[in-house]
């Protein structure tokens, strides 16, 4: 999380505020004091722009990244004619 945070360039106290969390929860977050729940989990990954799997470290293959790097530099009227092309090609 702390290298997230530090490319973010946020204080520890910032991105608290940004969530609406006290100051000091995410000290005993990146310390391993506390843990975040699920929902604190989603927040995290949001306000980061990372996944919850880069959050936790869980590593992607290089070719996942890549498409999820592209498909998130796409507007939103692009995003949706991907998910409709992807779709299309899943169904049977």
Do not use: W
């Amino acid at each position: 999380m702390k290298k997230y945070r530090k490319r973010k360039n946020l204080s520890q106290c910032k991105l608290a505020k940004t969530l609406h969390y006290g100051c000091t929860a995410i000290a005993n977050y990146e310390s391993g004091r506390n843990e975040p729940s699920i929902d604190s989990l989603i927040k995290l990954a949001e306000a980061l722009d990372v996944t919850i799997d880069e959050l936790v470290g869980i590593k992607q293959k290089s070719d996942e990244l890549h498409l999820l790097s592209a498909f998130k530099k796409l507007d939103n009227r692009k995003k949706q004619t991907v998910l409709c092309l992807v779709d299309a090609l899943l169904s049977p």
